[in-house]
């Protein structure tokens, strides 16, 4: 490929990456405005109705918001690394359905009054009380090289996937985003478990089921690949 062509290629993407982060603004505002009208506040909150600054609801939400927002940025460098219109079409699929997700949760944040980060060591809400039937989940997670939840990928890992590309490419997203997605469903069953925000709860339950569907359908995708 020449220089040339390299640069008419990357001119090319410029038009998709921006409609990609338009459209998602859009479903982001959309979402929220949703959530908000759809909104049940209950148990776990101040006197104001809004949950408190070191409760689940808020842990879940601000950590929630940072593990979908490496889904959605793996997501789209491997769009830009691979021309397979399957791996292409899932990782749409995903960076469309964890930004919107991840747009609600930091609405929720703005709506209770509380701030989108925390000083406490992320997955701290996991820590805090008992789950029954989530004895054997691990809630000390270890942050390191970038990863700061479970599933999450390291930088190395994150600079790997940037240089590949074609199959290998595929191959690795597959492998990282089935990561991803065990980790977040640790975390999702987690929020099922110790939040009383009946919406939240709804919204955690929906990301299992998701997510579960989705690691299925990448084993099929690795099988297909000789991975």
């Known amino acids: 490929m020449t220089e040339g062509t390299t640069a008419v290629g990357r001119a090319s993407r410029q ?3 921006a409609g990609i982060t338009a459209a998602l603004a859009v479903l982001t505002l959309v979402a929220v405005g949703l959530m908000w009208l759809m909104s049940d506040r209950s148990e776990g909150t101040t006197g104001t109705g809004a949950p408190k600054d070191t409760s689940a609801e808020a842990g879940f939400a601000r950590d929630m918001s940072t593990h979908h927002q490496q889904a959605v940025e ?4 491997v769009r830009d690394r691979t021309d397979d219109e399957d791996v292409r079409r899932l990782a749409f699929d995903i960076l469309t359905a964890q930004a919107t997700e991840r747009g609600i949760l930091q609405g929720w944040l703005d709506m209770w009054g509380l701030d989108r980060t925390s000083e406490e060591p992320p997955m701290t809400w996991m820590k805090h009380g008992s789950m029954e039937g989530m004895e054997g989940m691990d809630h000390a997670y270890k ?16 600079d790997r996937l940037r240089r590949a590309k074609g199959k290998a490419a595929e191959v690795l997203y597959l492998k990282l985003m089935t990561a991803h997605h065990k ?4 975390m999702a069953e987690g929020a099922v478990a110790k939040v009383h925000d009946p919406t939240e709860k709804r919204l955690a339950t929906t990301m299992v089921r998701a997510q579960q569907s989705e ?3 990448m084993a099929d995708m690795l099988k297909e690949r000789g991975a």
């Open 215 to 217: 690691i299925q359908l």
């Open 183 to 186: 980790g977040g469903i640790e």
């Open 74 to 77: 793996m997501s789209l460098i």
């Open 15 to 17: 038009p998709l990456v």
């Open 143 to 158: 942050p390191h090289d970038g990863s700061l939840m479970p599933g999450m990928a390291t930088n190395t890992e994150l």
